[in-house]
């Protein structure tokens, strides 16, 4: 999965991703010799960051596993099955509803064999597949050929004890099966001819000049700076830090009877703020990596700990108890501050704020930290982290630069209570996501979609109740008047009132969820389609076609232009892709009236009648499956390898405008559609 999700309700930023050719795996292969009678072929892969190769042990109809197949076998024969000798993670897979197995920075695999003839010879090949967050390669084959002498193993005793000795380190291995010929297929060389009529001509030159050239990665990290500061204008909101800022600012003020001085002991305040959170980020990062976290996003049991610990900072949002650090700790450093002098008193004090905060701060970091650590990008908790402190810093530095905007401030009372209040039902929303993915890796079903979106709804309904007045909590303080006396005030403020309303819409957007409505705005956190046992909900855009050449030759025929989907059965992005838009009813119905879609799996197994041979980069490269046929399709004609991989074509095979790869935003992909249709 893995999309960037904002920390506020209602907004999303879906980030465009230019497909291109990448070799992110390069594997290597040898042979070891272990004794005189026993090899063993290994392969070692460099996989590059946040990127991960799948195991062994997959099971049927999820993402694409490791296998090997052995074309000849002479002197040889296998002993056991393929295994991975990796560092293997283990994660539910909320999209194929299974634990999956993958290997990061170097995946392992191999493979022993009992010699059984003085001399021998292996031929094979090793199938793999690999996805980041935002794309899938097509299954991809490592070929090998070795072959040397060593001494059979005859002695059938010898043998069953060399297996008993390896049995334990075996069993505790994901193994594969290690599929063996029948027959060594007739390996046809392809000419240019094969495929070299006008359809299969390559564009490359054609789609790289409609690209526009937008710079993904720098839009993805400017996301995330947003996304980190959106959290620290909440946070300024909160009673914790709001009334801080009046005093702080009177503090550098009164500190220095020169005013350049006082704004520049502002500035510093506000830079050493800065230079906290940015530490904090970093420390992440450092400590377990951008790959590491997002292992942990989805993995079982952090996700139950993930969901205990919104569940706690929501109940305390909501007045239940208050999260603090330790006294004895927080009044160590204030007290610290008042005893030096200069920049380490300024940056004392900023840290003192950091402590005395944590009970606001503390949730929304902590939140942000989780979502911002499983994008994949290595920067992305820094960066969150910038934008926090700086969102957090900028109001002290302003007010110091302009103290009489403070008159104009809002003044501290129950409203940051409000905000408080809000965001505690935020966290326990989100929590349910966490919780989602724990019960999908144990197959509890107690939170089915149905389950989570009822969930949801009585949430938000309930905020919206908060906001307009009719609910209150243990921390909503009573409002006195002059004379001391208590005042009964039964009206809802207008920002109030609009923010309830907002809340009640949402609410009541979820309820066809209930009969299978898709709900785009909340796919990315409630769980899967499958899990909903009743839905009335058909509108399903199908493939006219499987066959390239056939496709074409229809739309040809009817003169309609062609839109070519390359995915895979074990595409994760694919799948979000067809379930967060391709839904919409809007790209439902240009899909299926105004394209020929053509569909081609880049992992369909269906064997060729014979095996191909293409030259690709001045090598040699097999073509033994239909899905192999439809990866050089990709490779070749578009200079793409990368699922998911969308394409709109004219008659001819020529590209209408450029292509488009994963990006879950709906107006994005109506715009890719309806330029083709303008094109054409």
């Not at 292996?122 to 060593?150: H, R, S």
């Not at 809000?422 to 144990?442: I, P, Q, R």
């Not at 899909?591 to 992992?603: P, R, S």
Request: hydrophobic content about 45%; charged content about 20%.
């Amino acid at each position: 999965m893995k999309k960037h999700v904002l920390f506020l309700m209602f907004i999303c930023c879906a980030l465009s991703c230019v497909a291109q050719m990448s070799t992110p795996v390069k594997f290597s292969v040898q042979q070891k010799k272990i004794s005189e009678n026993t090899i063993e072929v290994e392969f070692v892969g460099k996989v590059d960051a946040g990127w991960h190769v799948y195991g062994t042990d997959i099971a049927d109809g999820g993402p694409t596993r490791a296998e090997l197949t052995l074309e000849k076998t002479v002197g040889l024969k296998p002993d056991g099955k393929l295994r991975a000798t990796g560092s293997l993670h283990r994660a539910m897979d909320e999209m194929f509803e299974m634990e999956v197995s993958y290997m990061e920075g170097t995946a392992k695999f191999a493979q022993k064999f009992t010699i059984t003839e003085p001399k021998y010879e292996v031929v094979g090949y090793l199938t793999y597949g690999a996805c980041n967050d935002q794309n899938c390669m097509p299954p991809t084959n490592v070929e090998f050929k070795f072959e040397g002498t060593g001494t059979p193993q005859a002695d059938k005793a010898a043998v069953e004890k060399e297996k008993a000795e390896e049995k334990v380190a075996e069993e505790s291995v994901p193994v594969a099966d290690t599929v063996v010929a029948d027959t060594l297929a007739t390996d046809t060389a392809v000419a240019p001819a094969e495929f070299s009529g006008d359809l299969w001509t390559p564009v490359i030159d054609e789609l790289k000049a409609l690209e526009d050239g937008a710079d993904t990665k720098d839009n993805s990290l400017l996301g995330i700076f947003l996304l980190g500061m959106l959290g620290g204008l909440v946070a300024l909101l909160t009673p914790c830090v709001w009334p801080i800022i009046p005093m702080t600012v009177s503090f550098f003020l009164k500190r220095n009877k020169e005013r350049s001085k006082s704004i520049r002991d502002a500035v510093t305040y506000g830079v050493s703020i800065v230079i906290i959170y940015v530490a904090l980020g970093l420390f992440v990062t450092l400590c377990f990596g951008a790959s590491a976290l997002n292992a942990l996003s989805t993995n079982a049991v952090f996700n139950i700990f993930f969901f205990l610990m919104l569940l706690t900072f929501g109940a305390s949002f909501l007045g239940g108890f208050e999260i603090t650090l330790p006294s004895r700790f927080t009044n160590a450093v204030d007290k610290k501050s008042e005893t030096t002098t200069g920049l380490l008193s300024i940056f004392l004090m900023a840290f003192t704020l950091s402590l005395v905060s944590f009970s606001c701060t503390g949730p929304i970091i902590g939140f942000l930290l989780v979502e911002l650590g499983t994008t994949g990008n290595l920067l992305a908790p820094t960066i969150g982290m910038l934008g926090f402190a700086i969102a957090l810093a900028l109001p002290f530095t302003l007010f110091a630069m302009f103290p009489a905007w403070l008159k104009s401030a809002p003044k501290s009372g129950n409203w940051m209570n409000c905000v408080k209040v809000c965001l505690g039902f935020l966290e326990l929303a989100f929590a349910l996501k966490f919780l989602s993915v724990a019960d999908l890796a144990y197959g509890w079903h107690i939170l089915d979609r149905e389950a989570f979106l009822c969930l949801w709804i009585m949430l938000f309904a309930l905020l919206g109740a908060y906001l307009i007045g009719w609910i209150r909590f243990p921390h909503d303080e009573d409002e006195y008047d002059e004379m001391g006396e208590l005042v009964v005030n039964h009206r809802t403020s207008i920002p109030r009132f609009f923010a309830g309303l907002l809340s009640f819409a949402f609410a009541l957007y979820m309820v066809p969820g209930l009969w299978g409505a898709p709900c785009k705005a909340v796919s990315a956190f409630a769980p899967p389609m499958q899990t909903q046992d009743f839905n009335l909900y058909d509108n399903e855009v199908k493939a006219h076609f499987t066959d390239y050449d056939e496709g074409m030759a229809y739309a040809k025929a009817h003169n309609m232009p062609v839109m070519i989907d390359f995915t895979g059965y074990g595409c994760v992005n694919c799948r979000k892709m067809e379930a967060a838009v391709w839904t919409d009813p809007r790209v439902a119905d240009i899909m299926n009236n105004k394209y020929v879609l053509i569909t081609l799996y880049v992992d369909e197994k269906t064997p060729l009648p014979e095996t191909l041979t293409v030259k690709e980069n001045d090598q040699e490269v097999k073509l033994r499956t239909v899905g192999d046929r439809w990866s050089y399709l990709q490779r070749s004609k578009f200079g793409a390898n990368a699922q998911p991989f969308y394409v709109l074509l004219n008659n001819e095979g020529h590209p209408l405008t450029k292509s488009y790869s994963y990006n879950e935003d709906i107006s994005a992909y109506l715009d890719f559609l309806q330029k083709g249709l303008d094109k054409y």
